[in-house]
């Protein structure tokens, strides 16, 4: 059975009471050190139903100048919420193969899942941003993303998983025109963080 990584919604409620739904960036320094020190492994079929406990879920969007990698999950994929769902985050759960008490470990799964979805050209430095929280949802509840952006010197990044999502870089002007078929987290990333 899988197991995924969690913190104590208890643990974070101070950061969590700051946006119910939305970025959050004060106190994001200090997020790694929580996770380190509270995070805990459960079963991901009781973490899903769980809300005294978050989630946490690296998520990246990848930028070349002033474009995004824009991704559309197609049907093959897991994750049924997001069918035809477009994105510009990468990201997904931790596992307890990625603790390594001498690294941080939101870095060792936000790199694992960036090399699992994509064909990035270049060397790379992931910038922690904030956390993304929306209570307002069921799956949101149980779910705490932690926004990087990722700075891409070249704009030769390709999806490896074709099957399950195609690629393209956007501008700002059509991530606007197609913000109503962005996920809920991408929506919060445009609305609190691209376009402000």
Known sequence: M?????????????????????LISDGVVELPRIIQRHGTFLDRASAETDPTFKQIIPYACVRHGTR??????????GEQRLHDKLSIGVGG??????????????N????????????IGADYSPRLIGMIND????????HL?????????????TVREHEKMSGSWVDSAELRRCFANLETWSQIVCEEYLFS
Do not use: C, M, W
């Open 2 to 22: 899988e197991q995924v990584l969690v913190v104590s919604r208890e643990v974070l409620d101070a950061l969590l009471e700051l946006a119910p739904r939305g």
């Open 145 to 157: 993303g932690v926004l990087f952006e990722i700075e891409s010197s070249t704009s030769s990044v």
């Open 135 to 142: 209570d307002t949802t069921d799956v949101g509840r149980v």
């Open 108 to 119: 060792v799964g936000l790199r694992r899942e960036l090399n699992e979805e994509l064909e």
């Open 68 to 77: 995004y990698f824009l991704l559309r999950r197609k049907r093959a994929q």
């Open 93 to 106: 759960h931790i596992n307890p193969s990625e603790k390594d008490d001498g690294q941080d470990i939101i």
